[in-house]
Structure formats: structure tokens, C-alpha cells
């Protein structure tokens, strides 16, 4: 099981999973700050919480940051699935107005030759 650290009060003060790092500097932890903010059901700061959990896998906070990818990969998932869905619909719009299209030039053909058939 991943360990995520809990914010804890001491002697009146703030602390990120047990360090003696207070709230004013979460960049000190920041893959405890994106933790408290993911437990705290926070979406808009899940992106932050993901930049810092990227931040925190490569300082030696390692294990914090393995306890929120799993948030990360499925916000990833969620936006990635987003992306999909949006692509296919803009698909879709840009192949209806090319069939609207071709039938507007069928239909300015056929005028057209009307024309010439009545004029002939």
C-alpha cells in the first residue's frame, strides 16, 4: 500500500505528512501539498497536484509521489478521453459541411444546366 501523508497540527503550527515543513512553503513537499489537495476533493487543483507530483518524482519525496499518480493517470484518462470525443465531433461537423456542400454545388449544376436547356 502507497503511503500519503496526513497534514498534522503541532504546537500550532501546520506540517506536511509529519516534516517539519510549515503550510507557507508546500513547494518544500510538494507532493504532500498535491496530496492534501487531492484528499480535500479539489478538482481545479488537480492539474497543480499532478505538476507536483511530477516536481516531487524527481526530488526524494519519491514515495509521496508514487501515492498521487494514480489521481494523475486518471485525470490523464478523463482528459485524454475529453480530447477524443472532441476531435470525433469536430470530424463530424467538418464532414457535414462538406456533404452541404456538394449538394449546394449539385444543386448550382443542375440550375445551371436548366438554364442552358432553356435557353436553348
Known amino acids: 500500500m502507497l503511503f500519503v501523508p496526513a497534514i ?15 503550510t507557507a512553503t508546500p513547494a518544500a513537499n510538494p507532493a504532500a501539498a498535491a496530496a492534501a489537495f487531492l484528499r480535500n476533493g479539489r478538482r481545479r487543483t488537480l492539474a497543480a497536484a499532478c505538476v507536483a507530483a511530477a516536481t516531487a518524482a524527481q526530488s526524494v519525496c519519491l514515495p509521496n509521489a508514487l501515492a498521487v499518480t494514480p489521481a494523475c493517470a486518471a485525470a490523464d484518462l478523463r482528459a485524454q478521453a475529453y480530447t477524443r470525443r472532441r476531435r470525433r465531433r469536430e470530424e463530424e461537423e467538418e464532414e457535414e459541411e462538406e456533404e452541404e456542400e456538394e449538394e449546394e454545388e449539385e444543386e448550382e449544376e443542375e440550375e445551371e444546366e436548366e438554364e442552358e436547356e432553356d435557353t436553348n
Open 8 to 22: 498534522e497540527s503541532w504546537g500550532g503550527r501546520r506540517y506536511y505528512g509529519g516534516t517539519r515543513w510549515p
